[in-house]
């Protein structure tokens, strides 16, 4: 059984441009999650999904931000006009709907962005 | 709205040694989870053990176990035999049993020293 796998590991861009990153979770994990991680801090939750629907977003995903799940298996972020604000670790985390682990969320490597 | 207060922003400890890491939470839910995972330096976060708030029996993962007071809001982490490769960041988070999302902590670097 694969973990939750992230793609790319690591981006460097400069203020202004878009950067998408994708989020392949756990197969038959139908609940997806983003959570972003400054450094020396924990997680803050920004969207989570059940299936191909977007149920919650945090008030920290503004309008430049936006996430997909379009057949419920993989999810992408996209950055709009990056700020050097959005340096972060961006983790996806998926968990099961059944079994006897469906409160537990499994985490990806996470992407690493860096805004220049 | 849930919160998660760590304390200590810096642990050590001698290898073999036990640790306690603290965590205190609040929440207005009645049902709910809390959760330590582990950090290691640049690599993913793992689940290290979870406690259903329902249960008043503290749950234990091998060298792993939690202290969970209830109605201090407590949820402690003991590391007995400790072990160098349980350096790492450590973070307590809280979920609510029919909720989204997971609030965490600001973590707590344990270094186990040789």
């Known amino acids: 059984d694969t973990g939750v796998s992230q793609n790319p590991r690591h981006k460097i861009t400069k203020r202004g441009q878009n950067v998408t990153f994708r989020c392949d979770p756990i197969?038959?994990?139908?609940?997806l999650y983003w959570y972003r991680q400054t450094l020396g801090q924990g997680p803050e939750f920004l969207t989570y999904f059940q299936n191909e629907a977007q149920l919650e977003k945090s008030r920290l995903l503004s309008d430049r931000f936006s996430a997909e799940r379009p057949k419920g298996s993989f999810s992408t972020l996209e950055i709009q006009r990056t700020e050097q604000g959005d340096s972060a670790m961006y983790l996806c985390?998926?968990?099961?709907?059944?079994?006897?682990?469906?409160?537990?969320?499994?985490f990806g490597p996470g992407t690493r962005l860096t805004v220049l | 709205a849930q919160t998660v207060t760590q304390s200590q922003p810096e642990m050590s400890v001698q290898e073999a040694e036990t640790v306690t890491l603290s965590c205190t939470y609040d929440?207005?839910?009645?049902?709910?989870?809390l959760f330590w995972y582990k950090q290691p330096p640049s690599r993913q976060m793992i689940l290290v053990i979870r406690q259903e708030a329902y249960k008043q029996q503290n749950a234990t993962e091998n060298r792993f176990s939690v202290n969970f007071q209830k109605a201090a809001k407590s949820f402690s982490l003991k590391i007995s035999d400790s072990q160098l490769g349980d350096t790492a960041m450590y973070f307590c988070?809280?979920?609510?049993?029919?909720?989204?999302?997971?609030?965490f902590g600001a973590g707590t670097i344990l270094r186990v020293k040789s």
């Open positions: 985390a998926s968990r099961p709907i059944q079994g006897a682990s469906t409160d537990t969320q499994y």
């Open positions: 929440t207005s839910e009645n049902n709910y989870y």
């Open positions: 988070a809280s979920g609510e049993l029919y909720g989204n999302k997971l609030v």
């Open positions: 197969s038959e994990h139908n609940r």
